[in-house]
């Protein structure tokens, strides 16, 4: 269900129709038979050579992955302990046009999720979904935008002020934003109170010259929020863009000029511009002339990964780069000792921001390993296989004990087989969820 870009033009769309199949496949198989490893030393990651050598017990967790669970006509949130799988609590269920899963994410205090849904009266994904905003504690969900982009992940502020959707309006490709502030006190009630919030338009430009925008995430420190705009053209390609700052009270200041100046009586000076005011959007680095997947950005917010495609000693495949926001560079991530040649998958950040783990296809008659690769040229290190098949990261916890992946059996992009959510542990176990469908990541839940 999950749809992403991915040069040769016609070997992109094809790569990209496979690439949007595998990260939207069905989490209902098995993720195979964990292959045992060596017991690291002091937490560390361990290496993916076998070896009959007993594991060490599973390391506990504190931490509660959310995801939620396709289903024809409903789909349900649920949240689940990667070190004990069987303690697994139904959050919501989330009913949806027949066919059409959501599109979750976790706000930055865990106690909301934000998604994009299909209404059974839609037509177009791409501009009939409606955005809500659901309480955890109380199930209880609240329409916030309408005219959405199904497929594309919101995105919170950090402060969880404003929520970035995306929204294709006619022939435009926009980027807005839902004002979640609660109304100051004294302040003129809305004409009606299920009215959603005030929206705002943040980027917009005619599909002849962006075929997409993509919100990658936060700079907390700055409230600068990055994306990626896909363009078309004779400047085809994948750029680099920042809006900002996007917070608040960055919105409300904006919004106070706004109304002073347009309510000024002639004479009365125009107030200055506030530094906190929101910026237009800058879009200010390329990152491929070609269209790029899999945008990651570091928990630091100063790297971006992502996959390009082309040709590595003749193959057709797709492979990590890395572009550095500050010096502008952008540069291949280096291949050492032990990276399969074949497609590289869904690049996810370690908490740490030191290093990438990164999805490998099977290779030699050997399941896929996931590869984490140290950014100061270490040699890799990897997270335990499947019996076989391979893995697609998705999300690390926020300690660094567990990797969830999409545990695959197949061999290939093309034929990937049956799928699960595995939590690869650093210590060498991989927990499975128990079997269910298409699966999407919605946040991690810190404890109580």
Known sequence: ???????????????????????????????GTATPSPSPGNGSLVSGTPTPTPQPPLEPTNYRFLYSEFGADADIIWSIRPDDPTDRVQVASVPHKMG??????????????????????ALSSGTDAEAYVLDIKSAKPELVAKGADLLTVPRWSPDGALLFLRSNVGEDVTLILVDL?????GATPAAAEDEPPPVRTVLRQHVSDVFSYIPLGFDAKSAMMYFVQIQGGTESGSYLGRYGPASGEAIATATAIADATATAAVGTPTPAPSPNAPLTGDVFLVLSDQIARDYALSPDATRIAFLVPGLVQGQFVSRTYM????SKEISALPSPAGLALGDQLSPIWHPDGKMLAIGQLPAGGEPGRVAVVPLDGGQPLFLPPPGKGFDQPLSWSPDGKFLAVTSFSGESLGNPGSARLVFASVNGQRPAAPEGADIRPVGWLAPE
């Not at 502030?181 to 006190?185: F, I, T």
């Not at 572009?323 to 500050?326: C, F, G, L, P």
């Open 1 to 31: 269900m999950r749809v992403q870009l991915t040069g040769l033009w016609l070997s992109l769309v094809a790569a990209a129709v496979v690439a949007a199949a595998l990260l939207s496949y069905a989490c209902g198989g098995s993720g």
């Open 100 to 121: 059409r899963a959501i599109t979750p994410a976790l706000s930055p205090d865990g106690k909301k999720i934000a998604y994009t849904v299909m209404p059974d009266e």
């Open 181 to 185: 502030r609660e109304p100051e006190e």
């Open 323 to 326: 572009a550095d926001i500050k």
